[in-house]
């Protein structure tokens, strides 16, 4: 077994795990690459179906190629995906686009409290109908009691600190000390009632393992990773105003693992292009303990 096979198969047990023993589950999808092989693992580990919904948390700032990503691959794999936004927030113009707040509160609100909304049932969900294409109301409104996200370790340092399965209370606050000890491949999965969980099935992966694995599985990423004819792509995805491309010739795959095993990208934080990770006073990990992704 090499490394990516035991990284899989620690990944479809986390996720088979997950499964069994927290209802309702949902799964996050950024339409990034991390994400996009997380659906991947979760399409392998239960044989080609994903027997929960994803949710896609649109800020309406997202750049189109990717919304057009996520909708053609939702409806190739008949996904059930739900795509919620902080409408209220959205509607006052609180945004850090139109200037009336900073990053960290644009990130707060558009992402932060979106997801609380559409985690606990009070946020309006919009669930894409297969056969037209269109974002139908979803009536439902259960609360989920553990979502998946494509978290790791080796991206930022706050979220080096999580576990497999992260405890938050029923506001999805994260109290960093509590969480639990994972020793030898033994995971806590049963909680107190009212408690909301975090599942991080990619927490012990690393950037050029995502990209490698990609490679190995020919999975199908959005084309903003790759150099178009500019001289620059993208290395991490987010909201188009606070994301920069950076200066890069990898026009596939194998050359991106070439840049991070030893080329341009060697050594270089994978969210240097993300403009809120520069903000100072630990804006991200503050982000995060109030339930950000």
């Known amino acids: 077994m090499d490394h990516l096979d035991h990284l899989e198969h620690r990944s479809v047990h986390i996720l088979r795990e997950a499964y069994a023993n927290l209802t309702p589950l949902a799964m996050l999808w950024s339409i990034g690459k991390d994400s996009t092989v997380l659906l991947w693992l979760a399409r392998r ?14 800020t ?4 189109p190629e990717m919304i057009e990503y996520r909708d053609r691959l939702a409806r190739e794999w008949r996904l059930t995906l739900i795509v919620s936004s902080n409408d209220e927030a ?3 113009g609180k945004s850090f686009p139109l200037g009336t707040v ?13 997801l609380r909304q559409v985690l606990d049932g009070t946020g309006r969900r919009y669930r894409l109908n297969l056969e037209t294409g269109a974002y139908d109301e979803d009536p439902e409104r259960n609360r989920f009691a553990g979502v998946i996200a494509g978290v790791r370790a080796d991206e930022e340092g706050s979220r080096s600190k999580e576990r497999y399965f992260s405890a938050r209370d ?13 020793f030898w491949d033994q995971y806590k999965t049963d909680f107190a009632p009212g408690t909301h969980v975090r599942v991080h099935p990619l927490l012990d992966w690393r950037e050029v393992d995502v ?7 020919q999975i199908p990423t959005v084309s903003l990773y ?12 987010g909201c188009q105003p606070c994301t920069v491309p950076i200066t890069s010739d990898a026009r596939t795959v194998a050359e991106i693992v070439s840049e991070l095993r030893g080329g341009a990208l060697a050594g270089i934080a994978e969210r240097s292009g993300r403009a809120q990770d520069k903000d100072g006073g630990g804006s991200l990990e503050t982000l995060r303990r109030d339930g950000y992704m």
Do not use: N
């Open 102 to 114: 900073d990053r960290t509160t644009c990130c707060s609100l558009l992402k932060t409290q979106a």
């Open 226 to 237: 790759y150099e178009r004819g500019s001289g620059t792509r993208y290395r991490s995805l």
């Open 170 to 182: 029923k506001d999805s606050q994260w109290e960093v000390a509590l969480q639990p000890p994972e």
């Open 60 to 63: 309406t700032y997202k750049i």
């Open 45 to 58: 580990a239960f044989f080609g179906h994903v027997p929960f919904p994803l949710i896609h948390i649109d």
């Open 90 to 92: 959205l509607k006052a």
């Open 211 to 217: 990209w490698e694995y990609i490679r190995r599985e």
